[in-house]
């Protein structure tokens, strides 16, 4: 007897194929939808990024202004940056002060990270000035390569008021890919590409705030202290004077780099701030003692003056320099002051009982010894920029005002390296000094009243530094100062 198989085996077979069509069409679904949701998250991140790397380029461009450092940076004819802009300048920059920077930026986080770029450009237009000084207007556009597909594809569930589907990222986002990046940086990649403009402005601030401001070490032996007095209140002075019975405890210290400083246990009626190793023999700091301190401090620049009074030369003997009224100071540049002996130098006001103002550009060194003077009357202020090295001895600047502002030495930064100013003997100096690039010491009984920015100070012999509590409220501008005053990005 024979038995009967069942006819089966092509049944089965179409529902294996049936099966597998079925899992193949939802496993492509799922691809299809995984994919482009991939694809939309690492284009939203790219577009993200496109900003970010925007904002570092404006940062940069912040930094170059606040550190004055432009490398890499060219001009409007391609020309490298060799100078700063002029951001102290009431006048404007010339058309050329147009800034450019490019740079390639790499995501090294991961394997294969997509690379970005940004331009940035920086001018200085004319309408943006005030009396803090120019303004810039910097546009910072970056891309961020798109990984992955060229296309885009289409954000589902989103679709038009007449109830078509559209690809409502690329109508809003406006996703670069080959040829908006004019500029030729990623060319032939996808890309992401967005703009920002920023405006930034200087900030008008009082950069005499602590006695001593150092970009790098302080010393001090022999004695001698720093502390603080007031000019401005008679119980805090005596006749605008230092007066050790009246003495007071604001005399702050800020180093940015503390290497190698070491006060040996001498006083400082203050607090000290510092960035970098602990700074050496602190037993009697009488303030607090703080890290990090973080104090931009800029070059001074060269003056840029459109007019300069009859220049006298070189002064080496007895001479007197007329002042000009406010606003319109009277300008002299010299190559060297060097006066010794009984020879002087009297700075005298345009008219009796006015307030007067004289600027001078000593091109060279500044050196007073002996019984040689300078005689700043009560009513006149002077301002100096030296280029060279500073050397005073004896009873050289006499500043009948006792009021430290009246007499401002600026040490303009050189091209490299630093330069020196010395103050030694008996000689007690009422005044402020702006000198970022330069070596101070103060040797013998000589006294220094006011305030001090440097890159070093030795303090030593007895010497002592007394910070005018008055110069807080004293006008002043930092030029490493800047604020961030408007942000916005391009519409396209």
Known sequence: ????TPRLNGSALVVVLLTIVILTFAAGTVLRMSGARFRYTMQAGAWQEAVYSAEAGANMAVAALRDSQWAGWQDGTGASVSTPPRASSTSPPPAADLRIHKTLLKDTAEPGGNEHAVIVTMDAPTALRDTAGQWYRVRATAAAELPGSRRLGYEPGLFMEDGSR????????????????SVGLLTGRAQAVRTIEVIIRPNARNPWVRALTLRNKLTMN?????????????????NRLYDLAKRQSNGDVGL????????????????????????LKTDNVQGTISSPFDEPINPVLRPTWPVINLNPGIIDRTMTLTGGPAGAPARFKVSEVKLNGGSSLALRSHAPGEESYIEVWVTGNMTTAGNAFVEIPAGVHVTYYVEGDIKVTGSTFINRSNIASNLQINGVSPASGTNTMHVSGNS?????????????????????SGA????????????????????GSVGGRNAAAFSVVSWVEDAR
Request: charged share 20%; aromatic share 14%.
């Open 1 to 4: 007897m024979r038995l009967k």
């Open 166 to 181: 559209q690809n409502a990222r690329e109508k809003l986002r406006r996703f670069s890919f080959f040829n908006d990046f």
């Open 222 to 238: 022999g004695g001698g202290f720093v502390d603080s007095f007031d000019s401005g209140d008679p119980t805090k002075s005596t």
């Open 256 to 279: 940015v780099n503390s290497t190698g400083s070491n006060l040996n246990d001498n006083f400082v009626y203050g607090d000290l701030a510092y960035t970098g190793p602990d700074v």
């Open 428 to 448: 007690d100096f009422i005044g402020v000094v702006n000198a970022p690039h330069y070596d101070l010491t103060i040797t013998g009984s000589g006294d220094f």
């Open 452 to 471: 001090f920015i440097g890159n070093t100070a030795k303090i030593s012999g007895g010497a002592s530094v007394h910070y005018d509590e008055a110069l």
